[in-house]
């Protein structure tokens, strides 16, 4: 292919947001609507996308705590459509920062992008003094022109995060994002990444379209709950979710991942009622409370984990699992 057909328009897909938030007085950067701003008016007049071949869309106008698997299917079935067309190099999605590593997680889990899907938000509302989110969606852009971009990344204050990795860790500051101890994949400085790791891997294909569809045709996810160990914790509402599976089927709970202390470990009382719970056919997951590093494999585990995935990963990646099988 030479240069002139490689493909060159990039996609912008918008979700809500605090990138999208206004708030009634400027300079509120707490006190604002998530997801008011549209996202055609969120690039206007950005200096780094004026000349560039550009598609916008709107596909949610949510705050992200309300994600839902009808908008991630609207999401997963414009991504696919996208990313198919011969001329689309990249997409670009804005989405809120509260669960915004879900949705990375399941968007890599699911497409595994051949080309870039680059996400970015924004921790002060549009109507912020000095809002964030231009200068995300202007780094944005240059994640997802660099030469070799594949996968799903997050670009937030200057640093690129790799889908697997990214957590949200601080509630206010602008760059409220950690890859722990993998670290970010890079930074961008000057409209340029400088890249430390490799892209994920991928499908040979700008999108694994067969996954893809059997995701959106789901009618529901499994019901997984996440409960956490603790000092003095019990196993009550594990056994509460038994009951209801026993007294109401069509409400009952198919998996559990439990966020342990330390390594993997659990209150011995939590430990007893997990383990009923899986006597009864309820999936069991083990993750750890601590924000960096996976279960390291012990002998005497009593439930496997996900691949090392955080808690709020593990829970959505074993929700679709179950939902399929
Ligand atoms: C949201 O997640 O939609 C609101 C919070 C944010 O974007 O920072």
Not at 102 to 130: D, F, H, I, N, Y
Not at 228 to 245: E, F, K, V
Not at 246 to 265: D, F, K, Y
Request: include cysteine.
């Amino acid at each position: 292919m030479s240069d002139s057909a490689q493909p060159r328009r990039i996609v912008i897909l918008g979700t809500g947001g605090t990138i999208a938030g206004r708030a009634t007085r400027a300079g509120d950067n707490v006190g604002y609507t998530a997801g008011q701003v549209p996202v055609s008016d969120l690039v206007a007049g950005l200096p780094a996308w004026e000349g560039q071949a550009v598609d916008v869309e709107q596909v949610a106008q949510i705050n992200s705590k309300d994600m839902t698997l009808p908008v991630w299917q609207a999401l997963v079935a414009r991504l696919v459509a996208h990313l198919q067309r011969p001329e689309v190099a990249g997409i670009v999605v804005t989405h809120g920062t509260d669960t915004l590593e879900e949705t990375a997680w399941l968007l890599q889990s699911v497409l595994k992008p051949g080309k870039p899907v680059v996400l970015t938000c924004a921790m002060r509302p549009a109507t912020a003094v000095a809002p964030d989110g231009p200068q995300n969606l202007s780094d944005a852009l240059a994640v997802v022109q660099a030469p070799g971009a594949r996968g799903v990344s997050v670009v937030c204050g200057g640093q690129v995060h790799l889908a697997r990795d990214v957590a949200k860790v601080h509630p206010y500051r602008l760059q409220p994002f950690s890859s722990g101890e993998a670290g970010p994949l890079g930074v961008v400085e000057e409209g340029l990444l400088r890249r430390f790791r490799d892209w994920p891997p991928a499908v040979p294909a700008p999108v694994d379209a067969v996954a893809a569809a059997r995701f959106v045709a789901l009618g529901s996810l499994a019901r997984v709950v996440w409960v956490t160990s603790h000092a003095d914790a019990d196993g009550a509402l594990i056994d509460a979710l038994r009951l209801q599976a026993q007294h109401a089927p069509e409400l009952a709970c198919r998996g559990i991942v439990v966020s342990g202390t330390g390594n993997g470990s659990l209150h011995q009382r939590l430990q007893a009622a997990l383990q009923r719970a899986r006597d009864e056919g309820m999936a069991v997951v083990l993750a750890t409370r601590c924000p960096e590093g996976p279960v390291v494999p012990w002998s005497g585990q009593p439930f496997a984990d996900l691949d090392g995935l955080s808690p709020a990963k593990a829970r959505l990646e074993l929700a679709w699992r179950l939902a399929e099988a």
